[in-house]
């Protein structure tokens, strides 16, 4: 007998399945489900079900999925709309397809059985916001996929970039560290151009970012991934498209929320490092490997290697034993979300107010992020061809993290026979000047605060049926700060602790370095949409102008070798050893 047909014996009604492959046999676990399934139709016989799938009209469907519900046997229709397939006599079919509702059938007595599958029109009928407009799926030819905002707040992250992930097909979402405030990059098919890769970002019709957006605040997202969906905004959408819609308040809603989410970050699987002893071996091995004729103990003597963790107890200066990555990392780091939703609405005047307040630690020394934002969206309705929008938006962030990043290897391996501190209490040397460890406690900060403040005001008019002219403008205004204080951080030797022996690599001086960034750009659009149904066509024309005009300014200034430690300002610095620069930038655009 072939190996097929052994397998289907021996796997028969034991919900097994299994795959061959040119050179081998893949067995494949059941399911919890699955092997229910198995058990309840142990008794029952399988006959050979055939039948055809077709929509409303009679049209024959290719490529429904018909599986037999609770196993992974299944098929898919022929381009007659014709399947074959060998069932249980009391299993269930389900039969789906993309756009249509899926139905359920009972088998029973039937051998040939003919399936009408209704269209879903909800989904079809489902408004998608594309450039400059919306669209029914139904109508669109570009390849446009559609993302709810209740869907991506419920994934509970503190960036909207993070929430995207695994959200939309064909849309890459990296992250490179899960730092508090970390954001991440998004890729469309991949990279598409030789310039900018990251995806244009459209919030309520404007160019933007689309961290700035509270999750919470999105009503929906769109994701333009072809040049057909993408075209509109020209060679800024090389690399796609990105549609964002925040929620707006609806007549005769009244409502207000809030919502308090506490949890803690932690890692998920930290690498293992050996201990001091193997540690000595591994060096010696090493040294042995290069030079054989210099014997077993080029490195470390044969004393040390074995005696090395007994010393410890009795002199643990001279025989230091520290798991470097337990002394930089903390078990676990809190983090906190607060936000307030509060909407309300007449046939005159609708408001949705939003406050969001996010506070994140980070798992090692003086790491953390703190945010806040608030977005106000006011429609007005001043008479039937007449209305107008107020949009205000402002985030406020600071993020600290020491001048050090300790998760980098070169410090997390730090060998275990290095002290981080001498049992004086003093900072260890570490191969003079690397302890991680003290570069972070107490070698200062560098804090940056973001701030950014945005509005969008909007005129609608309706002269005609079906016509919108649309007047908008959308300023944006972003002051950072970013206040770098390096401290001086010295060490001693364990034999000598009243005489500095250095400085730790980097923090010799102390020196305090500011930016100051300033910029603005101003959005301003004129637009004419005209919408109109005649029986079962519909007709759709847009036509309008956009300029976008950024401005962009940097100041720096830097002084050295500071004597007061514990203010960071720049008048207090030495005069001699000053450092000033400034950058400026402009750009106009129009379409």
Not at 509 to 529: G, P
């Amino acid at each position: 007998q072939s190996v097929e047909f052994v397998l289907r014996q021996l796997f028969n009604n034991e919900g097994v399945d299994y795959e061959i492959t040119e050179n081998n046999l893949i067995l494949i676990n059941p399911s919890p489900e699955q092997l229910k399934f198995a058990g309840q139709n142990k008794s029952q016989t399988r006959k050979k079900v055939t039948g055809v799938v077709r929509d409303q009209n009679g049209e024959p469907i290719i490529g429904a999925n018909v599986v037999e519900k609770g196993t992974t046997n299944g098929t898919i229709t022929d381009v007659d709309g014709r399947f074959s397939l060998e069932v249980y006599s009391k299993g269930t079919l389900l039969v789906s397809y993309i756009g249509f509702t899926s139905r359920e059938l009972i088998i029973g007595n039937q051998s040939n059985i003919e399936i009408q599958l209704k269209e879903d029109m909800e989904a079809l009928d489902e408004v998608v916001v594309i450039g400059y407009g919306t669209a029914k799926k139904k109508d669109l030819t570009g390849a446009v996929a559609a993302v709810k905002g209740d869907d991506l707040a419920a994934r509970k992250t503190t960036q909207l970039s993070t929430a995207l992930q695994g959200a939309a097909s064909g849309v890459t979402v990296t992250r490179d560290n899960s730092a508090p405030g970390a954001t991440a990059s998004i890729q469309i098919r991949g990279v598409t151009t030789i310039g900018e890769t990251s995806p244009l970002v459209i919030v309520d019709g404007i160019p933007g970012d689309i961290n700035q957006v509270n999750p919470e605040d999105v009503e929906s997202m769109s994701v333009l991934k072809d040049a057909a969906s993408a075209s509109i905004y020209g060679s800024r959408a090389a690399a796609g498209v990105i549609v964002i819609t925040t929620k707006r308040a609806k007549q005769d809603d009244l409502s207000l929320n809030y919502n308090f989410e506490y949890g803690w970050e932690m890692p998920t699987k930290l690498p293992e490092y050996v201990g001091a002893q193997r540690y000595l071996e591994m060096i010696n091995e090493t040294r042995f490997n290069d030079n054989n004729s210099g014997g077993w103990y080029q490195a470390y003597s044969e004393d040390q290697v074995n005696n090395w963790v007994k010393n410890n107890a009795t002199n643990p200066d001279a025989y230091p034993i520290v798991d470097w990555q337990d002394a930089i990392l903390k078990s676990s780091a809190p983090r906190q979300t607060h936000s307030i939703n509060i909407a309300g609405g007449s046939k005159v005047v609708k408001t949705k107010a939003s406050f969001r307040y996010d506070k994140t630690d980070g798992l090692y020394e003086n790491r953390g992020y703190e945010r806040y934002m608030i977005r106000i969206n006011n429609d007005f309705k001043i008479n039937k061809w007449l209305e107008a929008h107020l949009d205000v938006n402002y985030k406020r962030s600071k993020s600290e993290e020491p001048h050090t990043n300790p998760m980098q290897l070169n410090f997390r391996a730090t060998a275990p026979i290095y002290a981080v501190r001498w049992s004086n209490g003093l900072w260890g040397d570490v191969k003079d000047g690397e302890n991680p460890l003290a570069m972070i406690t107490d070698g200062g900060l560098k804090t940056s605060w973001y701030n950014r403040l945005g509005g969008k005001a909007a005129i609608d008019i309706t002269p005609i049926e079906g016509l919108k002219i649309s007047g908008v403008i959308a300023p944006t205004y972003n002051f950072n700060k970013v206040k770098s204080f390096v401290k001086q951080v010295p060490y001693t030797y364990a034999n000598d602790p009243t005489t500095v022996k250095g400085y730790m690599a980097g923090y010799r001086t102390t020196k305090l370095t500011e930016n100051r960034n300033d910029d603005y750009d101003v959005t301003t659009q004129f637009f004419a949409n005209y919408n109109k149904s005649f029986g079962r066509h519909d007709l759709s024309a847009m036509i309008g102008y956009e300029d976008y005009y950024a401005f962009w300014e940097n100041l720096s200034a830097s002084r050295d070798q500071y004597e007061l430690t514990n203010f960071p300002y720049l008048d207090l610095g030495p005069e001699n050893l000053r450092d000033n620069g400034c950058l400026l930038y402009t750009s106009d655009a129009a379409d």
